[in-house]
DNA sequence: CATACTAGTCTGTAATGCAAACTAGTCTAT
DNA sequence: ATAGACTAGTTTGCATTACAGACTAGTATG
């Protein structure tokens, strides 16, 4: 039962990977705050080549996962909105990362 | 054109990721497949743990997509439903797996 | 004044994922 | 023989999602 049931459980790992973190669009999101550490509105926007409207509402869904900071200020009369993972952000990125980093050290292909 | 423009990084590959193959319960079923080569639907509605109606519309989906191939016949008048990878769904899993994997790799965390 | 730009939010919609209900047939026990 | 349980799925309905375009609100410029 040794390489069999291995497999099976590094498989089974794959039903329960975080879907808010999973998303396309904001693992990239992610991945920039990961980096920079802090972004706005517009730097997101140019990075990720997402629409306005789906860049919010995927911010909005971060956000309310707990996983994102939203400081809206103004810089001279100019809204602007700051983004900064949450600590739980960070750990969810970097626990997702880990998943799946494992996930394909065992899958084929 | 200068060659900065082409250090393409690896972030902006997740924004073309194959979603048909992102899906974690059709990475789970594809994985199975790579690795069985065939397998029946009670097989993988066992390994999944997926419900019928929601593993049925998965295979669906792949089987539109062209990745899996849908042979359904009888075995002592019970019918069966065999599943496998087509070429293409081989080398879409394949080639999504080699690309999280480079993703992965460059990603922080 | 108006036109363009910055900075977003709101709204409508098509697609998705999911499970429960349903179909169709077989096997078993009474 | 027929009720009940099981096999093997498909269909249906619903709630959520992702997405983009329309819209709001204010600022800078000619």
Known sequence: ????????????KIVDINRVVHEPARLLILSYLYVVESADF??????????KGNLSSHLM????????????NFVQKIPRTLLSLTKEGRKAFHEYSQRMKKIFKELPG
Chains 1, 2 share one sequence.
């Open 61 to 72: 869904k971060l956000e309310k996962a707990g996983y994102v900071n939203v400081e809206k």
């Open 42 to 51: 517009l730097f997101l926007l140019r990075q990720t080549n997402l629409t």
């Open 1 to 12: 039962m040794s390489a069999k049931k291995k497999e099976a459980h590094a498989l089974q």
